[in-house]
T-cell receptor
Framework: KQEVTQIPAALSVPEGENLVLNCSFTDSAIYNLQWFRQDPGKGLTSLLLIQSSQREQTSGRLNASLDKSSGRSTLYIAASQPGDSATYLCAVSGGAGNNRKLIWGLGTSLAVNP | DTGVSQDPRHKITKRGQNVTFRCDPISEHNRLYWYRQTLGQGPEFLTYFQNEAQLEKSRLLSDRFSAERPKGSFSTLEIQRTEQGDSAMYLC???????????????FGPGTRLTVL
């Protein structure tokens, strides 16, 4: 059974720092991995999707890497800003069957202090 | 707006009442998912449609829950005889999966927050 873990659970940094959020998964037979952002009480915004055959994806100040064999992904945020404050969720799309449902971690709550 | 929409955004109901939520996916998307999220937790998969066919239901979905996607476009999720434990954010997502595009990136709506008193 696929399990997804995110470390740390919470992170507080001063504005301008570069930071890394970690995601690990137990079954390497994934189809893809997505990173999402969630603001309090709101829905989910897709940030980056990495196919299982890919190593990394970049969007602006965000870079996500994937090491499928070791079951790990990292989300790197460069030059953090107070507007980056949110919960970041990692989700993997499983390989069993074709439904591609997402299995989620509990998220990392990020606070960027001005 | 061409994103996923959900209605209502908030629903407060009394225990024992029935509620129905609606999800309108991105128009060309053939896959639709329902997830549930409780406070401080990640979302949990509930059910999945490909076009109008419901292909998987989670064991989380008791007999009180039913979902439909009658014409392969919008979907409804109904909860009968609501319980306080049903209080959660109900999230809908859609994706496009065909032979030419295999990414299946899921796009989420704003969610419906259900409070059962």
């Amino acid at each position: 059974k696929q399990e997804v873990t995110q470390i740390p659970a919470a992170l507080s940094v001063p504005e301008g720092e570069n930071l890394v959020l970690n995601c690990s998964f137990t079954d390497s037979a994934i189809y893809n991995l997505q990173w999402f952002r969630q603001d309090p009480g709101k829905g989910l915004t897709s940030l980056l999707l990495i196919q299982s055959s890919q190593r990394e994806q970049t969007s602006g100040r965000l870079n996500a890497s994937l090491d499928k064999s070791s079951g790990r992904s990292t989300l790197y945020i460069a030059a953090s800003q107070p507007g980056d404050s949110a919960t970041y969720l990692c989700a993997v799309s499983g390989g069993a069957g074709n439904n591609r449902k997402l299995i989620w971690g509990l998220g990392t709550s990020l606070a960027v202090n001005p | 707006d061409t994103g996923v929409s959900q209605d209502p955004r908030h629903k407060i109901t009394k225990r024992g009442q029935n509620v129905t939520f609606r999800c309108d996916p991105i128009s060309e998307h053939n896959r639709l998912y329902w997830y549930r999220q409780t406070l401080g937790q990640g979302p949990e998969f509930l059910t999945y449609f490909q076009n109008e066919a419901q292909l998987e239901k989670s064991r989380l979905l008791s007999d009180r829950f039913s979902a439909e996607r009658p014409k392969g476009s919008f979907s409804t999720l109904e909860i009968q005889r609501t319980e306080q434990g049903d209080s959660a954010m109900y999230l809908c997502a859609s994706s496009l999966a065909n032979s030419g595009r295999a990414y299946n990136e899921q796009f989420f709506g704003p969610g419906t927050r259900l409070t059962v008193l």
